[in-house]
């Protein structure tokens, strides 16, 4: 992908985390001037609502022993 097409994509990217939707409207504008597979995928991203789900285990045990009963 192109330094250009990256930048176009990054766009999109802010304006979407934003919630600017007349900067999504010209990003996305901007990047439909792309190879059609940047934005292709670039939106299939977009509409994707899977998201990836991480979980983390703290350990606890040395601040559970300090507590008093």
């Given at each position: 992908?192109?330094?250009?097409?990256?930048?176009?994509?990054?766009?999109?990217?802010?304006?979407v985390v934003?919630?600017?939707?007349?900067r999504l409207e010209s990003a996305l504008r901007?990047?439909?001037?792309?190879d059609g597979s940047v934005f292709?995928?670039?939106?299939k991203q977009l509409l994707n609502?899977?998201?990836?789900?991480?979980?983390?285990?703290m350990a606890t045990v040395d601040?559970?022993?300090t507590l008093s009963p």
């Open positions: 992908m192109s330094d250009q097409a990256e930048r176009y994509k990054q766009a999109v990217v802010d304006a934003s919630g600017d939707f007349d901007r990047l439909s001037k792309c292709l995928n670039t939106t609502t899977e998201q990836a789900k991480s979980f983390s285990i601040f559970l022993n």
